[in-house]
């Protein structure tokens, strides 16, 4: 079973937002990076925003001031909240969860929810 679950994912018009929840579960999540990735067809995955244990984050270049990732780990969820979204931000956006001594390839993957920005 895949610890790891996203929603939130949908068509929405260039400029507008969504929000992306990633659930985890049968994991102690609080002691997890994670991280959110986006990869459309033909192209290689890429890291949109990660965030640490402890709170701290990075993001891409490309989403720098519109996307913002958070974490709540009372509910095992982590989010990222994409806002003035583009159709080049169109892609499958997976979640990603692993140790932080871990390659993200070596840590947990959930199935992806799609993004869709076009009028």
């Known amino acids: 079973q895949v610890p790891l679950v996203e929603s939130g994912g949908g068509l929405v018009q260039p400029g507008g937002s969504l929000r992306l929840s990633c659930a985890a579960s049968?994991?102690?999540?609080?002691?997890?990076?994670m991280g959110w990735y986006r990869q459309g067809p033909g192209k290689q995955r890429e890291l949109v925003a990660g965030i640490t244990m402890g709170g701290n984050t990075n993001y891409a270049d490309s989403v720098k001031g519109r996307f913002t990732i958070s974490r709540d780990n009372a509910k095992n969820t982590v989010y990222l909240q994409l806002n003035s979204l583009k159709p080049e931000d169109t892609d499958v956006y997976s979640c990603n969860a692993r140790r932080a001594v871990q390659s993200e390839a070596a840590g947990y993957w959930g199935h992806g929810t799609q993004v869709t920005g076009s009028s």
């Open positions: 049968g994991i102690f999540f609080r002691i997890y990076t």
